[in-house]
């Protein structure tokens, strides 16, 4: 799987959208852009993935460059309970070894009022 | 979304017994599982992958005779620390993927082992 690159910490204003940047310049065409969430002491929590166009839900926003070279993770409005570790992860989707996901060290977001 | 549920939460024992850490699926069927190890301050390390009806495979430098895994249903997974020591307190998570397309995954709460 593709290594990625994210800062160790940003801070956001509470009510601000918060842009985590994530780079993963050796993605492989059949890997997709994982994200996934850690609030202190509970499992990750799934955020939102894309293969190369840009996604939404009713979590986030996810961007990617047209090279697929790193991507951009948005959180609209941040709230305080949007603190949390955020994992970005390449990998190919499914199958069961494919499905392992191998976590870096993320970036650790922190909202403040 | 699907949820998937760890027991006991946290768990204090002595120096030398086992402890047994269950990873359950309550609404959908997880032929595979995946069991991480963190310590604090750390990021999730991927310790073995279990698979329902045959053996796990462990990451390498896990000793698979410590960490016992055993599948035993489309919905059950556990995870048997060994003649735990000190040095296994963790916090232990597992995960099961939901199958179809790019499937994310699901993972449990979390079990704080502490061995005194």
């Known amino acids: 799987d593709a290594k990625t690159t994210q800062p160790t910490s940003m801070d956001c204003a509470e009510g601000r959208a918060a842009n985590l940047p994530c780079n993963h310049s050796?993605?492989?065409?059949?890997?997709?852009v994982y994200w996934y969430r850690q609030i202190h002491s509970q499992g990750p929590q799934y955020i939102i993935h894309?293969?190369?166009n840009n996604e939404t839900n009713e979590m986030a926003s996810l961007i990617i460059t047209e090279d697929r070279k790193s991507s951009t993770l948005i959180l609209p409005h941040a709230t305080l309970r949007d603190t949390a570790v955020y994992y970005c992860?390449?990998?190919?989707?499914?199958?069961?070894?494919?499905?392992?996901?191998?976590f870096g060290q993320g970036t650790e977001l922190s909202v403040k009022p | 979304g699907a949820v998937v549920s760890q027991h006991p939460s946290w768990v204090i024992c002595k120096s030398g017994t086992s402890v047994k850490i269950e990873c359950r699926s309550l609404d959908f069927q997880a032929t595979t599982m995946f069991w991480y190890r963190q310590f604090p301050k750390q990021s999730l390390m991927l310790m073995a992958t279990s698979n329902e009806g045959s053996k796990a495979t462990y990451e390498q430098g896990v000793e698979k005779d410590k960490f016992l895994i055993n599948h035993a249903s489309l919905t059950l997974s556990t995870l048997t620390v060994t003649s735990a020591h000190p040095e296994d307190s963790s916090f232990y998570i597992c995960?099961?993927?939901?199958?179809?397309?790019?499937?994310?995954?699901?993972f449990g709460p979390g079990t704080r082992l502490t061995v005194l």
């Open positions: 894309g293969l190369k």
């Open positions: 992860i390449v990998r190919v989707a499914g199958g069961n070894q494919g499905g392992k996901l191998i």
């Open positions: 050796t993605i492989s065409g059949n890997e997709y």
């Open positions: 995960s099961a993927p939901l199958a179809g397309g790019p499937n994310e995954q699901f």
